[in-house]
């Protein structure tokens, strides 16, 4: 076997092994276009109208539907539908063998530049926004056209593999399938972005700068952080050590209980839906994060599509459990077709389409399989935003004769977690740490490996005092812990042995934490006189917590009285600028004074 170890970054400790298959663009391009062309030439039409509809909506949605705006979006769709284009691209194809992205491009750009392009005088006032929006079209519509080509590129592969490619696209990761174990890309301009990809598909992704032949069996070791390869011959059988067959053997012989402890799966896609189903070990999905649709895609998913998708969700889970995320917006998780938004109510008043399809989506899906669904809403910030969000999602759940719908809140962000006793009225909650720590510390992110300790000195008493909260009588709240500190079995064993019984923890990282669970399950009710000892601890906890609280007030009042050194310091400075700008005033004065004493007498002489 052959390692590789130039110029490589391999992101996601797991191990994957498939054939290599290299996704060039333009020798794709010339097989479909040798073989389907007029079939070719109906499936761009439809993309365009499909893409042309998306991006009309979009900027629609941005100018508060602005009539002119309207009159320019249809202005540029006529340019992109006008004849001459069109024969001008057919003949490229056809008769010049052009690959159809260059064509399209071509024949486009040379309109353009004629005396056949005139923008009319009612829109002389937007000429400079038409030829931004007509570039803008003209890219998304070129990217469409190579992601068809990618799509079909992918469902002609029938065994495991690495996807090769040259440039990193999130694109890629749209309805990836189990059989791809992993991707090597070349290049990526955003390794933030690759790193978090390949931790949220738990794949290993690996940025490689060499050329590796078609039909080689690869390894990438996300462990040694290293990619092998070896050659392909006719005997060789892939033996495949992926996640997936790791993740399948997790539960088998061990018949786990699901009364006490209840661990979730936080899912991105559709890939491992029917194992949840299956395991022993999970009680549901929480959360799927459905932003991720969005991200991938490249556009904003119709009723039809989301359908499409929460339909196979619910049938594909069984009787399991579903907490479905409303999309988690953010300019770290680029949506290029709606700008660096935020999910917040000035995003659902702005795109108040986008996020009802969802919503109607996931309702109908639940009415056909009578199934009961729990929304999560992500990065509450201030109390006022639950109500907001729970009387607008219940209220189109209900338009559609569906009432078995809880709201919850994602606590991910510090003012969330440090004023958690505000936020009131969901049916339950999930607690991020993932986002939390980066909100919290300085000194660790969401990829941090923190010992028991580090937690405890970041989260602990606040998550303490928060579940405490939760689980009052007037409270009773359900609460999910998820992050990927719980793949630290002490970590685990803390948060258990403290109370909490709900955790969201992803199927990959499931083999860290096994035993710890099945160990806590033999043990339970087998130490005597715990009762007694916790009883005996409460002063001790008591005594701690006055001791934090004191600490907490007299870091308070350093604060103040630093503060306040500060104030007097400054207050001093200015008195000492004042004084010396007095002080050189009187001696001036004093001056004057005497001068004119000397005048005088000089005059009397």
Known sequence: MNSINQNQLVFHNSIAVGKAVVFNIEKEIFLIQNKEIEKIFNELN?????????????????????????????????????????????????????????????????????????????????????ETYIQ???????????????????????????????????????????????????????????????????????????????????????????????????SAELQINSSQEEISNNDEGYDYPYSKIKIYAPLVDMRYIKYVAQSKWYTGIA?????????????????????????????????????????????ERPTEFLGKIYTDIDTYDTFDVLFDNQLKAIAMASLKYNRQINIVVPMIRIPEEVDYWKENI???????????????????????????????????????????????????DRYSKLTKDEMLDIFWPNLRELHQFFRTFKMQTKHIIAGNFLSNPDILLKLINSGFSNFSIQPSQFKFIEKTLMFHDMTRGSFKGISAQRESMKDLYAAKKIETIKRKELEQLNKIEYKEKKK??????????????????????????????????IEKK
């Open 46 to 130: 439809l993309i365009k109208i499909h893409e042309y509809n998306h991006f009309r909506d979009i900027k629609m949605a941005l100018s508060n539907h602005d009539t002119k705006i309207y009159d320019a979006l249809s202005f540029i769709f006529f340019i992109f539908d006008t004849l001459s284009i069109n024969l001008r691209f057919r003949n490229l194809v056809i008769d010049e063998k052009v690959n159809y992205l260059l064509a399209f491009e071509k024949s486009l750009d040379e309109f353009l530049i004629s005396d056949l392009f005139v923008i009319p005088h009612c829109f002389i006032d937007e000429a400079k926004l038409i």
């Open 136 to 234: 803008e079209l003209k890219k998304r519509l070129i990217f469409r056209f190579e992601m068809s080509v990618f799509q079909k590129f992918r469902k002609e592969i029938k065994c495991d593999y690495i996807l090769v490619a040259d440039e990193f696209k999130k694109e890629y990761f749209d309805e990836i399938e189990l059989n791809c174990k992993g991707v090597i890309c070349k290049n990526a301009n955003n390794l933030d972005l690759v790193k978090l990809f390949a931790h949220e598909y738990e794949l290993p992704i690996a940025i490689y700068n060499q050329n590796i032949i078609d039909g080689t069996i690869v390894t990438i070791d996300g462990v040694l952080k290293r990619i092998c390869t070896d050659s392909v011959n006719d």
């Open 287 to 331: 959360p799927f994060k459905s932003e991720y649709m969005f991200v991938t895609s490249g556009l904003v998913l119709s009723f039809e599509q989301q359908y499409k998708r929460y339909e196979r969700m619910m049938k594909d889970i069984g009787d399991k459990e579903i907490y479905i995320g409303i999309p988690d917006f953010r300019p």
């Open 394 to 444: 219940k209220s189109i759940f209900e338009y559609y004769m569906v009432y078995n719908v809880k709201v919850g809140i994602m606590i991910e962000t510090e003012s969330a977690f440090e004023f958690f006793e505000e936020y009131r009225g969901m049916d339950f909650a999930i607690i991020g740490l993932n986002d939390l720590i980066e909100e919290l510390s300085d000194d660790f």
């Open 568 to 601: 007097k310091a400054k207050e001093q400075r200015i008195r000492d600028m004042h004084k010396a700008k007095r002080e050189i005033v009187i001696r001036k004065l004093l001056d004057d004074r005497d001068n004119s004493i000397k005048l005088k007498k």
